[in-house]
Nanobody, 122 residues
Framework: VQLVESGGGSVQSGGSLRLSCEAS????????MGWYRQAPGKERELVAK???????DYTDSVKGRFTVSRDHAKNTVYLQMNSLKPEDTAVYYC?????????????????WGQGTQVTVSS
C-alpha cells in the first residue's frame, strides 16, 4: 500500500485546510485509515481515524473542528480542518491499517504517507 498526501500549507488562525490522502496498491486490504500529526519536539499523535464501515474517532482537541471522511471509490481519505489554531501546527501523516489473517495468527500492518506540513499563524 502506498499513500500520497496533499493539501497542507500555511493559514492564519481561524482558517481552514483540507488534507487528502490517496491510497494505491492493495487497497482492498485496507481496513481503517486516518491522520496523525507530529509537532516539533513532541510525539506523533492520532488526530482522527475512520473505519471501513465509516465509524470515526477524534482526539479531544480537534472534536467539533475537524472532520475525517473517506471515499472508497477514490481510495482517498480526507481531513477537513476548520477553526485552525496555532497549536494545530504540525506535520500531518496519513495512515492506513491492513489486517492480515493467516492460519497461525492475525495482525495489523500500518502504512504511512510522507507527511504534509500544516502551519497556523496567530
Amino acid at each position: 500500500v502506498q499513500l500520497v498526501e496533499s493539501g497542507g500549507g500555511s493559514v492564519q488562525s481561524g482558517g481552514s485546510l483540507r488534507l487528502s490522502c490517496e491510497a494505491s496498491g492493495r487497497v482492498s486490504d485496507i481496513n481503517a485509515m486516518g491522520w496523525y500529526r507530529q509537532a516539533p519536539g513532541k510525539e506523533r499523535e492520532l488526530v482522527a481515524k475512520i473505519s471501513s464501515g465509516g465509524n470515526t474517532d477524534y482526539t479531544d482537541s480537534v472534536k467539533g473542528r475537524f472532520t475525517v471522511s473517506r471515499d472508497h471509490a477514490k481510495n482517498t481519505v480526507y481531513l477537513q480542518m476548520n477553526s485552525l489554531k496555532p497549536e494545530d501546527t504540525a506535520v500531518y501523516y496519513c495512515n492506513a491499517v491492513v489486517h492480515i489473517v493467516t492460519i497461525e495468527r492475525q495482525f495489523d500492518i500500518s502504512y504511512w504517507g510522507q507527511g504534509t506540513q500544516v502551519t497556523v499563524s496567530s
